[in-house]
Each structure stands twice: as structure tokens, then as C-alpha cells.
């Protein structure tokens, strides 16, 4: 069960984009489509955002998508807002009942 | 609406006990899977466990294993988590949350677990 691979930091002005990573193996990103991403804001338990690799839950803003390409998950933040600096978690099913989640990566609006 | 208020944090020796529970509301319990995950002091988000929602289906994290065990009360709409031989590296934030098809929907507030002699 190792960790996926997520980039310490990103960054963007508002307005613009950015696009967080989440790398994996064959074994659990790649081998499935249950890969789900959280926003946690300082001192906050976790926020789903993404959940089956691009399908949003009620209440999400559509600025927020998300896409899988082999065994990398992709989160995409459209028109950043300041409200959309915080830490991001993906996450995966990785077979035989197990979870894994990536290491985190804090999203920065400049 | 959905809530999740977990209790039972506290601060405990090396090698000592503690048992988490997280109170269920606003939702039909047993038809949910659960699980614990914990977030260590700065760190990054780590799933610790999940059970079905009759309790029959129960997977851990290989860290934990033999140490922690988690079970659910329907009747009284809670889950909680058994730690035991608890270690320096287990002091964390511990959430639990419910669990549809792999996603974490739900969160409750966390419970601190501090080991320390």
C-alpha cells in the first residue's frame, strides 16, 4: 500500500487555473475508477470535491473537475479563488479491500 | 442533515489502550459502510479502516493490523475503533467517515489520540 504521488505545492493567481497530479500504478489509480480528491482547509476535516474520477457531489462548484489519464488522476481548478487555497488529498481504491491516499499537495493563491 | 461527532481522543502511554466512537445521525446507519482515517500532527490523510454496514466486511491498513480493530454498533447507530499496543506513531487526528463506493462523503469533526509517556 504506498502512497500515491501528489506534489508538495501548486500555485495560481486568481482567476486562473491549476492542475494538481495524483501518480499511481496499475494497481489502484490505474485499475480503477474510484479515485476521489478532498480539500481541507487549516484546522478543517476534509471536504470530497471529486469522487469516481470526475463526477462532482451536490454543491461542488463546477470550477472544480477531475480526470484520469493511465495511472495518473488529474484535479483541475478552474478561476481560482482565494477561497480554493487549502491542502488537496486524492485517493484511490487500491484492491483487496484497501484504500490508498496521496501525500498531500497545499494549493497557493498568490 | 448527515452528522458524524467522533469521542474517546485522549492522550495515553506507549502500549496502552484507548477506544475511539464515532456517534451516527441523520442517516439510515447500517446502510452505510464506515472507516476511521487518521492525519498525524502535519502530516497527510492515512485510511486506517472500513466495515461494512451488517459488520460482516472488515479491511485494516497493514500498519495496524493485529493492534486496532474496528466494529459498529447498528442498534445504536455507532462505530468505533479498539486500538491497543499503542505506539508514538499513532498520534493523530482520527476521523471517521462514511464510505460509498470508495468515497468519503461524510466527516465528523476528528478526535485527537496523543501517545506519549
Known amino acids: 500500500q504506498s502512497a500515491l504521488t501528489q506534489p508538495p505545492s501548486a500555485s495560481g493567481s486568481p482567476g486562473q487555473s491549476v492542475t494538481i497530479s495524483c501518480t499511481g500504478t496499475s494497481s489502484d489509480v490505474g485499475g480503477y475508477n474510484y479515485v476521489s480528491w478532498y480539500q481541507q482547509h487549516p484546522g478543517k476535516a476534509p471536504k470530497l470535491m471529486v469522487y469516481e474520477v470526475s463526477k462532482r457531489p451536490s454543491g461542488v462548484p463546477d470550477r472544480f473537475s477531475g480526470s484520469k489519464s493511465g495511472n495518473t488522476a488529474s484535479l483541475t481548478v478552474s478561476g481560482l479563488q482565494a477561497e480554493d487555497e487549502a491542502d488537496y488529498y486524492c485517493t484511490s481504491y487500491a484492491g483487496s479491500n484497501s484504500l490508498v491516499f496521496g501525500g498531500g499537495t497545499k494549493l497557493t493563491v498568490l | 442533515q448527515v452528522q458524524l461527532v467522533e469521542s474517546g481522543g485522549g492522550l495515553v502511554k506507549p502500549g496502552g489502550s484507548l477506544r475511539l466512537s464515532c456517534a451516527a445521525s441523520?442517516?439510515?446507519?447500517?446502510?452505510?459502510?464506515m472507516t476511521w482515517i487518521r492525519q498525524a500532527p502535519g502530516k497527510g490523510l492515512e485510511w486506517v479502516s472500513y466495515?461494512?454496514?451488517?459488520?460482516?466486511?472488515?479491511s485494516h491498513a497493514d500498519f495496524v493490523k493485529g493492534r486496532f480493530t474496528i466494529s459498529r454498533d447498528n442498534a445504536k447507530n455507532s462505530l468505533y475503533l479498539q486500538m491497543n499496543s499503542l505506539r508514538a506513531e499513532d498520534t493523530a487526528v482520527y476521523y471517521c467517515?462514511?464510505?460509498?463506493?470508495?468515497?468519503?462523503?461524510?466527516w465528523g469533526q476528528g478526535t485527537t489520540v496523543t501517545v506519549s509517556s
Open positions: 467517515t462514511t464510505l460509498t463506493y470508495y468515497r468519503m462523503d461524510v
Open positions: 466495515i461494512s454496514g451488517s459488520g460482516k466486511t472488515i
Open positions: 441523520g442517516l439510515t446507519f447500517s446502510d452505510f459502510y
